[in-house]
């Protein structure tokens, strides 16, 4: 039976909801395509040259992204920083208020918002959902909870904060870390991901400035504009969140400045397997790990097993793998009615064809180089519309011994591509689950939980779970990472608030050039 596009879905529809909600963010239509403004300067400006943006979930164009020069960066962050000087001296009580209208206004829309990450990065509507529904619950808590954060004594920085963040989770990590850096007193810069998420960062940044919070959103190459977004001397601090090459590069730039930072990485993050036989509980957590084809920085696509154990790990692997869901994720059959439930999928396409190509590449490298397929997905059977561009996607596959020199061994794949290391000894498993020079997140599946804690003391990972995975987090939880997967302060909870604030008693938590300190996780 063929499939069709869920009722009042198509981009067409989605576009003039979002054009509706904000119209000053959105420019005329050129040629068909609508361009989207900066919002500089206190206002969304027509400026900047208009780059076309594609879906990955059927390789159409969405809209045309203005991206801006460097001199025109530097104009948006003279005019934050003014703004700065004057939210920094206003009072909690009003900075919590306009918060909160905006988190309102952002509530009332979540439904478009969600539509929107559907289309610009191929997340399901489930996991859409959640990715708005993350952002606002948090902040919603931070509001509660900021008066006692900055009852120490704690003051703004003395600059906005910089962000520039991955195109991954534009609202439950970018959005969400923004409302709270304004919470905490300082004006917010964010630069707009050039993969994906630019229509709902601008609908979300329209009703955050209608509420009166000094934010700023400039689109733009990044080879352009990190100079100015990294170095500028009126920025009091910047936030990364991406590749260890580009993450790499902002570092670098930072080397001889004492700005305040705080860049996150991915890392190789690796489950181990060992003295384990409850198989039925990790299978429930193997199958939940492919949400959005493991595109995020606390994926587990490593997995390390003990020799004596690999029969019966790919007893319960295997058929995980080959129960993954995942197609177009608005492609719904004939007898759908409005009201319905949208496709349940565990992930859509990837962020981009030329990730996907990518990707595939490494596979087949690796098999090349000597590693085992195990498992190869197909497209075929995956619900797509009749004549759809499939080039973004791809199916789950599992190497066995992935070659040393092989790219998959030693960075993570970013896509629905998992690697099994065998080991015979614990030394052996320790020195395979810290193949990357650090992670964010590891775990464990060992029956004695004594045991596994010990192996745990020497795991390079921020968070270790014990017959669990470990997240980023929500709330109160602080998130970090070893080794080269996190440079400056770390986050959540308490430790963010501290991030972007100064004074107080005590070091900060983080990964700095002259000590290290971690928190309880």
């Known amino acids: 039976m063929a499939l069709r596009l869920a009722d009042g879905t198509a981009w067409s529809d989605t576009l003039s909801r979002a054009v509706a909600a904000a119209p000053e963010a959105f420019g005329a239509a050129a040629h068909g395509v609508t361009t989207l403004h900066n919002l500089v300067e206190g206002d969304w400006r027509a400026v900047g040259v208009p780059t076309p943006v594609r879906t990955p979930v059927d390789n159409t164009v969405l809209v045309n992204l203005a991206r801006l020069d460097a001199d025109s960066a530097r104009a948006a962050v003279a005019h934050a920083a003014a703004a700065h000087r004057d939210w920094a001296q206003t009072p909690l009580a009003e900075r919590k208020a306009r918060v909160t209208e905006a988190l309102d206004a952002l509530t009332a829309h979540r439904d478009l918002l969600a539509l929107l990450l559907v289309w610009e990065i191929g997340k399901p509507w489930r996991l859409a959902y959640a990715d708005v529904d993350r952002a606002l619950d948090g902040v919603r808590w931070y509001v509660g909870e900021i008066d006692r954060m900055l009852a120490d004594g704690r003051e703004p920085l003395p600059g906005p904060v910089s962000n520039i963040a991955s195109w991954n989770y534009p609202m439950s990590v970018l959005v969400h870390a923004e409302l709270v850096q304004l919470l905490a007193g300082n004006a917010v810069i964010a630069k707009t991901p050039s993969q994906g998420g630019a229509v709902c960062l601008t609908v979300a940044h329209a009703l955050m400035r209608r509420a009166g919070l000094p934010a700023t959103l400039v689109s733009g190459a990044g080879e352009e504009l990190s100079e100015v977004l990294v170095r500028a001397p009126e920025i009091g601090a910047v936030a990364f969140v991406g590749g260890r090459s580009n993450g790499g ?11 305040r930072h705080f860049i996150e990485q991915e890392g190789l993050n690796a489950w181990g397997i060992w003295n384990f036989s409850q198989w039925d509980l990790l299978a429930a957590h193997l199958k939940k790990g492919f949400e959005y084809g493991k595109q995020r920085c606390t994926a587990y696509p490593r997995f390390v097993v003990q020799r004596d154990l690999v029969d019966e790990f790919l007893d319960m692997y295997l058929p995980v793998v080959r129960s993954v869901r995942f197609g177009h994720p608005l492609a719904v059959d004939a007898d759908w009615a409005a009201g319905d439930a949208l496709p349940e999928l565990d992930f859509g396409p990837l962020i981009s064809a030329a990730k996907a190509e990518e990707l595939r590449r490494k596979v087949d490298e690796a098999v090349r180089g000597g590693a085992v397929p195990l498992h190869r997905g197909k497209l075929d059977g995956a619900p797509f519309l009749d004549g759809q561009d499939t080039s973004a996607y791809v199916a789950p596959a599992v190497l066995l011994a992935p070659p ?3 790219r998959l061994m030693h960075a993570e794949p970013f896509g629905p591509v998992d690697t099994i290391v065998v ?13 990357s020079n650090g992670a964010l997140v590891a775990s464990l599946a060992c029956d004695d939980t004594d045991e596994a804690a010990k192996l745990a003391v020497d795991l390079q990972a921020f968070k270790v779970g014990i017959n669990k995975p470990r997240s980023r987090g929500d709330r109160d939880e602080p998130f970090g990472g070893r080794g080269a997967s996190w440079k400056g302060a770390f986050v959540g909870g308490d430790l963010l608030v501290q991030a972007v604030t100064v004074g107080g008693d005590g070091r900060l938590y983080g990964n700095f050039p002259d000590y290290s300190s971690y928190p309880a996780t």
């Not at 000894?425 to 193949?435: H, I, P, R, Y």
């Open 404 to 406: 040393g020199r092989s």
């Open 423 to 435: 080991v015979d000894t614990t030394d052996e498993l320790l020195a395979a689950m810290n193949a």
């Open 249 to 259: 590069k902002v570092a670098a730039a930072l080397l001889d400045s004492d700005k």
